[in-house]
Nanobody, 131 residues
Framework: QVQLVESGGGSVQAGGSLRLSCAAS????????MAWFRQAPGKEREGVAN???????CYADSVKGRFTISRDNAKNTVYLQMNSLKPEDTAMYYC?????????????????????????WGQGTQVTVSS
């Protein structure tokens, strides 16, 4: 049974920090691209960050310098460290895994169809940032 389970979401004040975790099971985790997406009410799902097996990362412009994605293959876990949080970061955050990216690694993350590359998804964890 393939499963991705997110944790670490919550409610914080603007300027605060959270670290999201995504634990994977049932897949050969180290072979997959891992990514974080988010979706706020009334808005389309957007790619936030992704990382390949070699620890190369890409970020949406809106989170560059504030968020860091990392992976610990020994623990089958990917993380999203979120600093300097803003109210506009409020969203449901989803972990996803892809065996193949159909296009450029960075450009595909920012493409509206990029989510189609991902084979497995977690249930999401809510992040709420208050002013």
């Amino acid at each position: 049974q393939v499963q991705l389970v997110e944790s670490g979401g919550g409610s914080v004040q603007a300027g605060g920090s959270l670290r999201l975790s995504c634990a994977a099971s049932g897949i050969t985790y180290s072979n997959y691209f891992m990514a974080w997406f988010r979706q706020a009410p009334g808005k389309e799902r957007e790619g936030v960050a992704n990382v390949n097996s070699g620890a190369t990362t890409c970020y949406a412009d809106s989170v560059k310098g504030r968020f860091t994605i990392s992976r610990d293959n020994a623990k089958n876990t990917v993380y999203l460290q979120m600093n300097s949080l803003k109210p506009e970061d409020t969203a449901m955050y989803y972990c996803a895994a892809a065996i193949l990216i159909r296009g450029g690694f960075c450009s595909r993350l920012l493409d509206s169809a990029g989510a189609d590359d991902y084979n497995y998804w977690g249930q999401g964890t809510q992040v709420t940032v208050s002013s």
